[in-house]
Structures are given as C-alpha cells and as structure tokens.
C-alpha cells in the first residue's frame, strides 16, 4: 500500500490535536440506523439455544430483519447503496483471490477484514462482505470469525451455534466439519468463535491455529475465506495471524480512527499484503470509501 494512499485516507480520520473546526462525530442518522439490537449482548453461546436438530441441508436462516435494523446488507436487497458500496469493496478483492494470474496474490483467497481498534466496524464490514461475495453465481465463501473474545458474527446474522473456532483448537477429534455453520445462502457458511474462555486470542497465535488456516486454504481453495479478526493494537496474536493472510482488508473508522493508531496498526503488520482499506462510517453520502491499491 503507498504512503500516498495512507494519507489520502488518514486526511479523513480523526486528528486528536485538531480540536478547532473539528467535523461533528458520525451523524445520528448513521447511529440510529444501529437500532436496539447495538446493545444486545453479543454472545450467542451464552444465551441462545442451541440449533434445532435437523436444521435441514439448507442451513440456518439467516436473520434478515436483523440485518436490515443494523443497516446491513441483505441477500435480497443487494441494490441498496450498502450493497453498491459493498460491491466496490469485493470486486478488487476477488480479482486478487481468483482473478487473472498478473492480479493475482499468493494465498489471495485467504483474506483478513482487520483494524487498528475495536468497533470500527470489521465485522460490520466482514459480514457485509461475506454476503456480497456469496451472492455472486460462482462464488462460494466460508467467514471466520477469529475475534474470538469479542465474537459478533452470529450475532449479526442471527445464527446459532454449539462449538466454533476456540472449541477446533482446543478438542482434540473436533473437525471443521463438526462447526461449520451453513446457512440459507447456499454459498455462505460460518465458522464461529467458539466457546469464549479466558485468554483464548493467544489461541489465534498458536501451532494448532497454523494448520488450521492451512488446511482451510488446501481443503477449500476455490472458496473465499474471510476472516474477522481482532484489534491489532489490543492483540499481538491479530497481526500473527494476519501473517497467514494472503490479503489484509484494513478498515479505519472516519473522524474515529486516530491516524497515530492507523499508522502504528499498519507497522504491526509491516511487509504483509494490505490489499485495501476501508473507509469505513464515513458521514458523507456514501457510507463506506474502498482504496483499492495493488
Ligand atoms: N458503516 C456502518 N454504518 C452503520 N453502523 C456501522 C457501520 N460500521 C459499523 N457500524 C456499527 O458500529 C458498531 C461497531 O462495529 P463492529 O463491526 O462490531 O466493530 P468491530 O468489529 O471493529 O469491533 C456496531 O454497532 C456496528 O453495527
Ligand atoms: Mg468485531
């Protein structure tokens, strides 16, 4: 990514010493969009049921309402301007997973949604992602969700789950295969957190996390893996497994993120392949800005 790049974007984030004519915080409008459900907590092995026996071979329904409440895209509404933005964000994406061999990126379907901090919107943008790229005819993709201390992907879709990516680490005999969450989006499956404990982030860091990415990327290698991941200025494990990566999304909050955090997210991952980023909660017309510049 070229430092002209980085400071077309920073431009736009918050500066902590321009306290004079500093832009009003993101709009209400962009904050009400958020709807009770902001609130809710977040873990869905606490305090949801486990999925009905026989969730059928077409997966668990996806909560659209939800969704929708949240200002996300849905399957059914990809014309919105959430979906045109969220088009723009997977197109050069996808090109470096599986385009022509000049665009192309070693390991490119492997791809991390990652960010300086926490909620400035990686999920947000990894599920809306998740499910442009899954409405594509010939594109499959599995999502990750490695922030496995603050796990908020079934959440945001309304799934269910009993084990997920911390419970594959830690169970001995317990397959992907045995997590996977699939989903009424034929080509849309989930891999979930897991069961939350302590410390579990240094997991993301670990032997057993290796092989697990690297038998996702052999087992599925025309699909596309996203991965959610935790803040990289609150964990070292976040840029560990960003060095699994083959493309690294970076989002930045605008008039949040601060551009010291961005700058010293980006130095944590130094050398690794920043595909993009992510202008993310922008107040402007549009919502989400996409730098592509590889
Ligand atoms: N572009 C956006 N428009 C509206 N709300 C957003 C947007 N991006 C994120 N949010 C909201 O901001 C909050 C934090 O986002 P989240 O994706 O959970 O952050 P992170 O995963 O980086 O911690 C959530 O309530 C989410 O719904
Ligand atoms: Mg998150």
Redesign the pocket.
Known sequence: MSKNLIEKAASRLHEPDAANGFPPPPSAR?LD??GPD?ATPLSAFEHRPMPAPGDGPQGQSIDRARLRR??MLTPDDERTQIGEQFRLVKRPILDKAFGPPASRLPRGNLVMVA?SL????????AVNLAISIAMEMDRTVLLVDA?VE?S?VLHYLGLTAQHGLLDILRTPGLTVGDALVRTDIERLSVLPGGTPYKRATELLASEAMRKLVRELASRYPDRLILF?SP?LLMTTEAAVLAAHMGQIVM?VEERQTPQDALKRALATIGGLPVSGLVL??STSRH??YYYDDV
């Open positions: 962009v969009a958020l902001a949240l200002g960010s926490p909620g400035e919107g990686k999920s947000f943008c922030d603050r908020k959610d803040p989002v993310n909660k919502r989400a």
